[in-house]
């Protein structure tokens, strides 16, 4: 605190006080080294160059600091959830750091205010404040060290922009809740792209199809075919839910494939059985 108190005086006399001041409310702390900050919000479609001439940007930071929100993340839910299994704490710190999660943390935090980007480039498409995000993280684990990074997810995040006990009890992972779906009811599954093309902004969309038994369940569209895989996924989940006519018609191709296999399975058996009262007989 005294050194936040001695830092802000400083900071009075300096021209670029207002950057310095802008990262206090967000992180908590004065930046050392301002300029890791600034990078971290650099887009790679912004043409950036160092003084040396190296183009600058914000992805080894990304980098960075997606290793580290994954150790700091894994503490935290580690020390909540007591007594709790390998997966389900894996399972809940899958959905606190994954894209969407993040890129909706960078908006809240306000980085879609501060990120520079060409004007050309999607924000939905590259998730522009998810990235960012952790390369602020990444940023200020260079500056600042662990501890800072541990400081800064579970007073100025956890607890404010995240309920860990609601994010632990959530289904976000449509595609893997499908699988096992099918795969406690022995229903074929599989994903086929219907298109992929660009929008207005020229990012890349992708189009697909889900097909449960070779009959289109579920339809999605994104920015990656992750993302309209998952989209597909849910719209699937709704259908079978919500409509029993539709659960049973799969229930009705899957019980035919079966009944038409077992007459050259039985083929199969009965000629095996007869070679082997032949073998006998010889």
Known sequence: MYCNIVNRIRLLFRKDRESYFCFYRMLGFFPKNIKLYEQALLHKSILVR??????????????LGDAILDAVVADIVYKKFDGKREGFLTNTRSKIVQRDTLNQIGKELGLDKLIKFSNQQSSHNSYLCGNAFEALV???????????CQYFIENKIIGKYINLEKVSREEVNFKSRLIEWCQKNKLTISYELVNDDYDKTNSPTFECNVLIEDLISGHGVGYSKKESHQNAAQEALKRVKNNSAFAK??????DSKIAAEE?????????????SQDTETA
């Open 50 to 63: 160092s003084d040396n001439g190296r183009l600058l940007n914000n992805e080894r930071l990304e980098f």
């Open 138 to 148: 990444g940023a200020m684990y260079i500056d600042r060290g662990y501890k800072a």
């Open 249 to 254: 018609q799969l229930f009705a191709i899957r």
């Open 263 to 275: 007459p050259a399975d039985n083929a199969v058996e009965e000629s095996a059985s007869v070679e």
